[in-house]
């Protein structure tokens, strides 16, 4: 994750702003936006103090694999561009990184709450995902993704438009919970 996605992230998923940031950090707003916009690499202790302040903190984990709030992140520029495909093709890529971490590794990806993608359909299936991936190796589920609003209206989430919910097969119950449908045979081997 790079250090501006990983500060942006931090930031807007605990709903601060840059100003507000600036405020209670002492860095200047204009620093902050150079770091989140990748144009300037704060030190280490700089972005740990940034990171404090918006409730977080700066870790190290042995993975290579994508966590919530990068997918979310790497999701919503995905929705923005209108390239309902790709943020698909990310979402299946974060399930099948959360399916090959170890229990306590698949805590950590999923421990910081994601900023909202701009979607109610990932929204739901991010968290939907989370509790999945958690629950299947016995692992504690964050806070986030219990607090994490289902959808109004059952949605089939495929990445094919000719798949109607009567064509699914097993709905896991994380998922048919939050009304988003998706067969178990999509989410590969459990």
């Keep these: 994750m ?45 972005l740990d103090a940034l990171l404090r302040r918006t409730g977080s903190r700066l870790t190290i984990s042995p993975t290579t694999r994508t966590t919530a709030l990068e997918a979310a992140a790497e999701i919503r520029r995905h929705v923005t561009a209108g390239d309902e495909r790709q943020a698909f093709r990310t979402w299946l890529a974060f399930n099948d990184d959360l399916g090959a971490e170890t229990a306590t590794n698949r805590v950590v990806l999923t421990a910081y709450p994601p900023a909202p993608t701009g979607n109610a359909l990932y929204d739901a299936a991010l968290a939907a995902l989370a509790e999945f991936r958690l629950r299947d190796v016995g692992a504690p589920v964050p806070d986030w993704v219990s607090a994490s609003p289902a959808l109004t209206s059952p949605t089939v989430f495929t990445d094919s438009r000719y798949v109607s919910a009567a064509e699914l097969g097993t709905v896991p119950d994380e998922f048919a919970r939050r009304g988003v449908l998706i067969d178990l045979e999509s989410l590969g081997s459990v």
């Design 2 to 46: 790079s250090i501006a996605t990983l500060s942006r992230a931090a930031r807007q998923s605990r709903e601060v702003s840059q100003a507000r940031l600036a405020a209670i950090s002492g860095v200047p707003a204009s620093t902050i936006s150079f770091i989140e916009n990748g144009q300037r690499v704060p030190r280490v202790d700089t």
